[in-house]
């Protein structure tokens, strides 16, 4: 019978344990494992994104398949987990692209997404580092393939409201009217007694002349106001978040969504959301968005944020061409300047530079006018709670960049304030808000009318 060899030194046993255990380890990052972190659906009439969250980068490859249409994603070094099962709870019903998404292992360590689509779409695919909260995220965004024309819906939506506002005048006339013929109907009607004659109606008062204007100021009355309202961050992008947890994406839109009411209740102003929704919307995108409209003026909203609870007041910002006039609004502008990061911007769009090289060429102009806009505004503002500076600051702001538009950014007041938290959070507080941007915008086109449009889209 063989002797057994002596039992190795207890040092050299736990070397080759570790040496075991390190080699195991590395067959498992040679395959690149990778843990979901989470997944998210964010759904918008603009595009809808699908984020797959992860701590190390996730590499993929996509095509698009008809009949039925549907996007399919091949992850690969991924195993099936419960946490990327989530994904298919997440699509929502009013989702206007993604109608579900089914996930399989399709091979050994490749996990295929079959994303069932309810309109064909052109996906972007972006892979974004680590940055704020996130890890390493793998997004699609499905954009439609035909865009709409934004500036005729605006102009269809006003053309709807004035045909309802005409319905429901002449129905009240009609209605107005045959009270005024009910007495005579019943008098002429046959009784037992002597009929008696049906007062006589005062005669219809005639229409006073209407004055005939020249037809350039016509044109300058019946010309279409267009205001670009920008609630900041949205989707992947939470913007600043307070104390209690009231995040700046929802309380900007709150009150932008509230603005843009107030706005188009006004005959011959029409007013756009950059986003009506929850979703991330790039800063350049932005731009384009108002330029496609032929806006007359760009009111980006926000809500400020500092290392201190103490900060406070509200705040307006124009574009500089020279600098910021203070250190807080240079802090200010790279800050908000830096959302495309967290957000998630799509740089590889085909004319994003393009885009970029047009904002840059701002004009003087542009600025005074924005500075003018801003004094109004922020006259206003000062009127329903306190200023954190009470003049128009300036600083270099990437989403004020649109070289034809006056733009302003309004931050509404410190969400990191306690204090002004609770007031963002007060829908009183928001109608006060309201009332003064409104207030500071008609009194800014009532002392700058525009003129004809003669600027290229």
């Known amino acids: 019978m063989a002797e057994l060899p002596p039992p190795l030194p207890r040092r050299v046993a736990l070397q080759r344990f570790g040496t075991l255990v390190l080699l195991l380890a590395g067959r498992d990052l040679a395959w690149g494992a990778a843990s979901i972190v989470g997944v998210r659906v964010w759904p918008a009439n603009d595009y809808s994104r699908v984020t797959i969250e992860s701590d190390v980068a996730l590499a993929a490859r996509h095509f698009v398949a008809d009949s039925p249409p549907r996007l399919v994603i091949d992850i690969e070094q991924l195993e099936l987990s419960p946490a990327l099962r989530e994904l298919v709870g997440k699509v929502r019903a009013d989702d206007p692209y993604i109608a579900g998404v089914r996930i399989g292992q399709n091979q050994p360590r490749v996990v295929r997404l079959v994303v069932d689509l309810k309109q064909p779409v052109a996906p972007q695919q972006l892979s974004l580092p680590p940055v704020a909260a996130y ?11 035909q865009q709409h024309d934004p500036l005729l819906e605006l102009i269809r939506d006003r053309e709807r409201a004035e045909a309802q ?16 013929e009910q007495p005579r109907s019943a008098a002429s009607a046959p009784g037992p007694g002597p009929t008696a004659s ?7 008062p005639t229409p006073p002349a209407v004055a005939t204007l020249p037809a350039d100021e016509q ?3 019946d010309r279409l106001i267009v205001i670009a309202l920008d609630p900041g961050h949205g989707g992947e992008d939470p913007g600043a978040i307070g104390p209690s947890g009231l995040r700046e994406k929802d309380v900007v839109l709150q009150i932008a969504s509230k603005l843009r009411e107030r706005l188009n209740s006004v005959p011959g102003m029409r007013a756009m959301l950059t986003r009506d929704a929850d979703f991330f919307v790039p800063l350049h995108e932005r731009v384009r968005k108002a330029r496609r409209v032929q806006a007359d003026l760009f009111v980006s909203i926000h809500a400020d944020a500092f290392f201190t609870p103490q900060a406070k007041g509200a705040s307006v910002f124009a574009l500089s061409e020279s600098g910021a006039t203070s250190s807080a609004a240079r802090w200010l502008a790279q800050k908000e300047n830096g959302a495309d990061l967290v957000g998630g911007a799509n740089t590889a769009v085909k004319d994003a530079q393009v885009l970029r090289a047009m904002v840059d060429m701002s004009t003087t102009a542009q600025i005074r006018d924005s500075l003018v806009i801003g004094r109004e505004v ?4 000062g009127r329903v709670g306190a200023l954190h500076k009470r003049q128009v600051e300036q600083a270099g702001f990437a989403v004020l960049k649109a070289p034809d538009i006056p733009s302003i950014l309004v931050e509404t007041g410190f969400i990191t304030n306690p204090g002004e938290e609770a007031k963002l959070r007060d829908e009183g507080y928001q109608d006060k808000l309201v009332e003064a941007l409104f207030t500071g915008i008609r009194r800014y086109f009532a002392r700058n009318p525009p003129l004809a449009r003669n600027r290229a889209l």
């Open 135 to 145: 890890r390493h995220r793998l997004v699609f965004d499905l954009h439609p393939t």
């Open 198 to 204: 049906a007062p006589a109606l005062p005669p219809a």
């Open 165 to 180: 506002a005409a319905k429901s005048m002449n129905d009240a006339l009609g209605e107005f009217i045959g009270k005024l």
């Open 219 to 221: 044109r300058r009355i």
């Open 378 to 381: 922020l006259e206003r503002i």
